[in-house]
């Protein structure tokens, strides 16, 4: 179908730029390797002028991303009623993508790899997009996650951390460390928290970047065979000590506020939903983890016109804004934090400008067998092999 | 008295039954299509098929960049599934938390449905019976977060138990098992409270007339005659247990099960999900096959 696969090499703007905001603060030697980045991705055709709306458009989207709140005004704008898909991670995104019967996705970094690999989404003409401009945050454009070979496939809607959250009842003094969830003398042994999915191989490799140099670890999702193994041994080591994995985020927070579990892996707004000032988080000095949302459209969009509207309309500071309140993030577009003072707490709250704070964030990024830290002497791990890795963690 | 004896003992598992080619004998070729044409089609069309077209993935690939699925034929998921020992681990402790869950149904099972059918009054019969089914009527989601909130460490069990020192199991196998009785229980305590009941009286009377006390009643009596229910319960809280992902998820902690790895896998890498489904489909045909040779199907 689409067999003319194009291997462009000029990757290697783009990945020494990402490198370079994303380094975190151990000081990651020379992330900007001149090794380059070939990825050969099928030569997908991007819509070159904007026509009539179709009437409607097809979304997969994280929960809390398209809402009636902000998507009847879209339809009386434009004519395009909105249908929408809920869908609970990422793998799941992929999977309901490739049925065809979407024009976008809300996708996460590691989803989108995948996706633009897989030919499943079309590169996006920015000149379409009006309020894709100078406001969205700088942290958030041209990503190594949705930018290949130059082109860009995501609108970016907004970011967070996977942050380290703790009941203060019991862990009375902040932790300034992820060492609390991961080494076996924790002192809250068998009341830790993980996220329960392959994709949290890389924390622990956040983990082993700082506090065991001598690996080697200069981007936690691109690990070579070693590498990986140092990662899942250090997991393995701390499942006898955790009380629960996550992958439901009810879960997580009953499991908070039911006292199972007093220290680990949060996002903000599952914090927030505790609706407990006794529950406080912290990003820890190794940097963390974290993700970054995008739209993505349909290589084969029946509803093109439609798609681009609704990018376009959500990339407005207010909408973006009122996504990202509700989802419990922080904004793409900056523009929306001077609109109230309201909008102003948010931002402030979760660290939408402040690009300091997101460089010790790694976003979630598929891993693949090219090194994506630029080294090339050695094969990475594949995302399969972080898949059957994870199988043995909890075995 | 005495005479009418045989005749009621032999009645329970024989004389309902009707005679098993008369219907068909009845309607002729073309009734028969009629009778069959639904059923077949679902077994066949939809059930039968789907099953297929899962083995079938069991031998494609994954790509393992983008996870796109390639049909081809390899045996290479069912060779990681013995290579890799997480997957042998977690058959086996799938397997004893189904036998287990299994074992602890029948052992609530038999006295509660003794205890109904025999010597309950018809009021306290009639409750007891809507008390045992009253759980299937609420979703099986709801049980399983009911038991979370039960087992939770600010939960009603440790708050219970708190004044006699004892603190729950949190959330472990133990919960996993206890949730999943829970759940199955009704499939086993049915069947059971059935059996118990087309039991005459007159063969308790018997069995205390030779000298046999309470629990020799049941074990010579009782037990050989609800063989048939408990197998038949059994086969449910067996092979549900075997495919449960949901309760090892929100009261398992960190235990993994089948369920738990197929889930996790099927859209990361579906083959290895559809190659790992054979295992339980192993056990329960074995386990079939197991029940098959005692004889205990053809009375059911």
Same mark, same amino acid.
């Given at each position: 179908?689409?067999?003319?696969?194009?291997?462009?090499?000029?990757?290697?703007?783009?990945?020494?730029?990402?490198?370079?905001?994303?380094?975190?603060?151990?000081?990651?030697?020379?992330?900007?390797?001149?090794?380059?980045?070939?990825?050969?991705?099928?030569?997908?055709?991007?819509?070159?002028?904007?026509?009539?709306?179709?009437?409607?458009?097809?979304?997969?989207?994280?929960?809390?991303?398209?809402?009636?709140?902000?998507?009847?005004?879209?339809?009386?704008?434009?004519?395009?009623?909105?249908?929408?898909?809920?869908?609970?991670?990422?793998?799941?995104?992929?999977?309901?993508?490739?049925?065809?019967?979407? /024009? #976008?996705?809300?996708?996460? @970094? &590691?989803?989108?790899?995948?996706?633009?690999? !897989?030919?499943?989404?079309?590169? =996006? *003409?920015? /000149? #379409?997009?009006?309020?894709? @401009? &100078?406001?969205?945050?700088?942290?958030?454009? !041209?990503?190594?996650?949705?930018? =290949? *070979?130059?082109?860009?496939?995501?609108?970016?809607?907004?970011?967070?951390?996977?942050?380290?959250?703790?009941?203060?009842?019991?862990?009375?003094?902040?932790?300034?460390?992820?060492?609390?969830?991961?080494?076996?003398?924790?002192?809250?042994?068998?009341?830790?928290?993980?996220?329960?999915?392959p994709i949290h191989i890389a924390d622990a490799?956040?983990?082993?970047?700082?506090?065991?140099?001598?690996?080697?670890?200069?981007?936690?999702?691109?690990?070579?065979?070693?590498?990986?193994?140092?990662?899942?041994?250090?997991?393995?080591?701390?499942?006898?000590?955790?009380?629960?994995?996550?992958?439901?985020?009810v879960a997580q927070i009953t499991s908070f506020?039911?006292?199972?579990?007093?220290?680990?892996?949060?996002?903000?707004?599952?914090?927030?939903?505790?609706?407990?000032?006794?529950?406080?988080?912290?990003?820890?000095?190794?940097?963390?983890?974290?993700?970054?949302?995008?739209?993505?459209?349909?290589?084969?969009?029946?509803?093109?016109?439609?798609?681009?509207?609704?990018?376009?309309?959500?990339?407005?500071?207010?909408?973006?804004?009122?996504?990202?309140?509700?989802?419990?993030?922080?904004?793409?577009?900056?523009?929306?934090?001077?609109?109230?003072?309201?909008?102003?707490?948010?931002?402030?709250?979760?660290?939408?400008?402040?690009?300091?704070?997101?460089?010790?964030?790694?976003?979630?990024?598929?891993?693949?067998?090219?090194?994506?830290?630029?080294?090339?002497?050695?094969?990475?791990?594949?995302?399969?092999?972080?898949?059957?890795?994870?199988?043995?963690?909890?075995? | 008295?005495?005479?009418?004896?045989?005749?009621?003992?032999?009645?329970?598992?024989?004389?309902?039954?009707?005679?098993?080619?008369?219907?068909?004998?009845?309607?002729?070729?073309?009734?028969?299509?009629?009778?069959?044409?639904?059923?077949?089609?679902?077994?066949?069309?939809?059930?039968?098929?789907?099953?297929?077209?899962?083995?079938?993935?069991?031998?494609?690939?994954?790509?393992?960049?983008?996870?796109?699925?390639?049909?081809?034929?390899?045996?290479?998921?069912?060779?990681?599934?013995?290579?890799?020992?997480?997957?042998?681990?977690?058959?086996?402790?799938?397997?004893?938390?189904?036998?287990?869950?299994?074992?602890?149904?029948?052992?609530?099972?038999?006295?509660?449905?003794?205890?109904?059918?025999?010597?309950?009054?018809?009021?306290?019969?009639?409750?007891?019976?809507?008390?045992?089914?009253?759980?299937?009527?609420?979703?099986?989601?709801?049980?399983?977060?009911?038991?979370?909130?039960?087992?939770?460490?600010?939960?009603?069990?440790?708050?219970?138990?708190?004044?006699?020192?004892?603190?729950?199991?949190?959330?472990?196998?133990?919960?996993?098992?206890?949730?999943?009785?829970?759940?199955?229980?009704?499939?086993?305590?049915?069947?059971?409270?059935?059996?118990?009941?087309?039991?005459?009286?007159?063969?308790?009377?018997?069995?205390?007339?030779?000298?046999?006390?309470?629990?020799?009643?049941?074990?010579?009596?009782?037990?050989?005659?609800?063989?048939?229910?408990?197998?038949?319960?059994?086969?449910?809280?067996?092979?549900?247990?075997?495919?449960?992902?949901?309760?090892?998820?929100?009261?398992?902690?960190?235990?993994?099960?089948?369920?738990?790895?197929?889930?996790?896998?099927?859209?990361?890498?579906?083959?290895?999900?559809?190659?790992?489904?054979?295992?339980?489909?192993?056990?329960?045909?074995?386990?079939?096959?197991?029940?098959r040779r005692t004889g205990a199907l053809d009375?059911?």
């Amino acid at each position: 179908m689409k067999k003319a696969h194009l291997a462009v090499p000029a990757i290697a703007a783009s990945l020494a730029l990402v490198l370079a905001g994303c380094s975190g603060s151990e000081g990651s030697g020379d992330p900007a390797a001149s090794g380059g980045l070939n990825i050969d991705v099928p030569d997908v055709p991007m819509l070159e002028e904007l026509g009539e709306g179709e009437g409607e458009v097809n979304i997969i989207a994280w929960s809390g991303f398209v809402e009636p709140a902000w998507s009847d005004t879209f339809t009386e704008e434009t004519g395009c009623v909105v249908n929408r898909r809920v869908a609970g991670t990422s793998d799941e995104m992929v999977q309901l993508m490739r049925t065809g019967d979407y /024009d #976008l996705v809300s996708a996460s @970094g &590691d989803a989108s790899l995948r996706l633009i690999a !897989g030919g499943d989404v079309a590169p =996006i *003409n920015l /000149d #379409l997009i009006p309020n894709f @401009g &100078d406001d969205i945050v700088p942290g958030m454009k !041209g990503q190594l996650y949705d930018t =290949i *070979n130059g082109k860009s496939y995501g609108v970016p809607i907004g970011r967070g951390a996977n942050i380290l959250q703790y009941n203060s009842e019991v862990v009375t003094e902040e932790p300034t460390s992820w060492d609390v969830t991961w080494e076996s003398d924790s002192p809250y042994a068998g009341q830790i928290i993980g996220y329960d999915a392959p994709i949290h191989i890389a924390d622990a490799a956040v983990y082993l970047m700082a506090h065991e140099p001598d690996l080697g670890i200069t981007n936690p999702y691109a690990l070579d065979e070693d590498q990986l193994a140092a990662a899942v041994d250090l997991l393995k080591e701390r499942n006898s000590i955790v009380s629960e994995y996550w992958a439901d985020p009810v879960a997580q927070i009953t499991s908070f506020t039911g006292g199972n579990t007093v220290v680990g892996t949060s996002w903000e707004v599952l914090r927030k939903l505790t609706e407990d000032e006794k529950f406080k988080s912290v990003l820890p000095e190794e940097g963390s983890t974290g993700w970054s949302d995008a739209w993505m459209i349909a290589a084969e969009a029946e509803n093109p016109n439609c798609a681009y509207q609704w990018m376009d309309y959500t990339s407005a500071p207010e909408v973006n804004g009122a996504i990202a309140m509700n989802f419990g993030m922080a904004p793409a577009n900056a523009a929306f934090c001077e609109t109230s003072e309201e909008a102003a707490a948010h931002c402030e709250y979760y660290n939408a400008t402040d690009e300091e704070y997101f460089e010790k964030v790694w976003f979630w990024t598929t891993p693949i067998e090219q090194c994506i830290d630029g080294r090339t002497d050695v094969t990475c791990t594949n995302f399969q092999q972080w898949t059957d890795a994870w199988l043995t963690v909890k075995s | 008295m005495v005479t009418s004896l045989p005749a009621q003992v032999r009645r329970p598992p024989k004389a309902a039954k009707p005679p098993k080619s008369s219907p068909a004998r009845r309607t002729g070729p073309l009734g028969l299509v009629g009778l069959l044409a639904l059923p077949m089609t679902w077994l066949v069309g939809v059930y039968i098929f789907s099953l297929v077209m899962l083995l079938v993935t069991a031998f494609w690939t994954t790509d393992p960049f983008t996870s796109k699925v390639k049909p081809g034929f390899t045996f290479r998921n069912f060779e990681q599934i013995f290579q890799n020992s997480a997957y042998l681990s977690t058959s086996l402790r799938t397997l004893g938390i189904a036998l287990l869950v299994t074992a602890l149904s029948i052992l609530f099972a038999v006295p509660l449905g003794i205890f109904m059918a025999k010597i309950a009054a018809p009021w306290l019969r009639a409750v007891l019976a809507v008390a045992v089914t009253l759980p299937l009527w609420a979703g099986y989601l709801v049980k399983i977060l009911a038991m979370r909130v039960t087992f939770t460490e600010g939960g009603f069990f440790n708050w219970l138990m708190a004044p006699l020192g004892v603190s729950g199991p949190g959330f472990s196998i133990t919960t996993v098992v206890l949730t999943l009785t829970y759940l199955w229980f009704p499939y086993m305590a049915i069947p059971v409270y059935t059996a118990i009941r087309q039991i005459p009286v007159n063969l308790f009377d018997a069995s205390a007339d030779m000298g046999a006390r309470s629990w020799r009643t049941i074990r010579t009596v009782v037990l050989p005659l609800i063989r048939p229910a408990i197998i038949a319960g059994s086969i449910f809280t067996f092979s549900l247990s075997l495919g449960d992902y949901l309760a090892a998820r929100f009261v398992g902690g960190t235990t993994q099960m089948i369920g738990s790895v197929i889930a996790s896998n099927i859209n990361l890498n579906p083959p290895i999900a559809a190659a790992f489904s054979v295992v339980p489909i192993v056990f329960v045909v074995v386990y079939l096959v197991g029940v098959r040779r005692t004889g205990a199907l053809d009375r059911m």
